[in-house]
């Protein structure tokens, strides 16, 4: 799933930076993105469900904002803000 949203903010940034107009880009997935987090802390630390639970809005938000966000600034005109929506 990473590779194909990848490819399409590439894909966004090379448009974007073409145009003199404003462009929206919603995410709508954080929950998903918070499940695919939690999983990984679960495989990858040794980490309790709580401590998980505890830490997976922060991470979700880190990993949004490496892997998405920072690639949508590199445009000549970057978003201003963001909003992350869960529970779509």
Do not use: W
């Amino acid at each position: 799933m990473k590779a194909s949203v990848a490819q399409h903010v590439d894909i966004i940034i090379q448009h974007v930076s073409l145009l003199a107009v404003p462009v929206v880009v919603i995410f709508t997935k954080m929950d998903a993105l918070d499940e695919r987090v939690y999983n990984e802390l679960l495989e990858e630390e040794d980490i309790s469900f709580d401590e998980a639970e505890r830490v997976v809005p922060s991470r979700a938000k880190a990993k949004f904002e490496q892997d998405y966000l920072e690639p949508l600034k590199m445009v000549v005109h970057p978003p201003g803000c963001t909003v992350q929506l869960r529970g779509m």
